[in-house]
């Protein structure tokens, strides 16, 4: 039977023969695991975790907190993504810039896909200021570098980006190594005095480029990083 179209055409579906009808159909026996995307509705309850942050460019800390979804809960297909951030803190100062950063933190986070790479851009932000050192000898270029840090341990925390972990044996050699320098280095310098912040690599450390921490020791002609192992001879 002909049918007259009197309407506009608006769309049009290829028709499809019966194999793929078959495919599609067994397709949709094992139902498709969900993929984050923007079109996920925001559930009332969502899991969070919130970082208090401390820089010696703020008198007040931060905190940052990022909540997370739990997608095809109770499946082999189980994932915990990230889905929005909030930062606050005190001081208003950086309340513009900070307010725009977390919502299109958050947007990239709802898009989907992998949204790893969020922490390399925030992590090579520059202050032109220039950055300060943290806890533990840890170079943080700038503010947005902080954020950037605690987004990846973040993502570290819930599996979303594997954390590289030094082997034993790696771990004994720096621990000896270190042991060996602190000894010569005692031998050297008279006791110094007690430090604000005591970082757990030797005072005259410098900075890995490799790691951005304040751990590199020069032992017999060879630079190690006392952090993560990088070690250049020459
Ligand atoms: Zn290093």
Redesign the pocket.
Known sequence: MAIKIEKKIVGYQVHTDASAAIKEAEVEQQPKPIEMNEKIERPDFLLGSTYKVKTPVDEHALYITINDIILNEDTDHEVRRPYEVFINSKSMEHFQWVIALTRVISAVFRKGGDITFLVEELSSVYDPNGGYYKKGGVFMPSLVAEIGAVIEKHMKCIGLIESEELSDTTKQILAEKRAEFEQAAKANTAESSAKEEPSPFPDTAQL?K??N?K??IIMDGCAT?L????SKCG
């Open positions: 890995c490799k790691c921490t751990a590199v990083c952090n993560c192992g990088d």
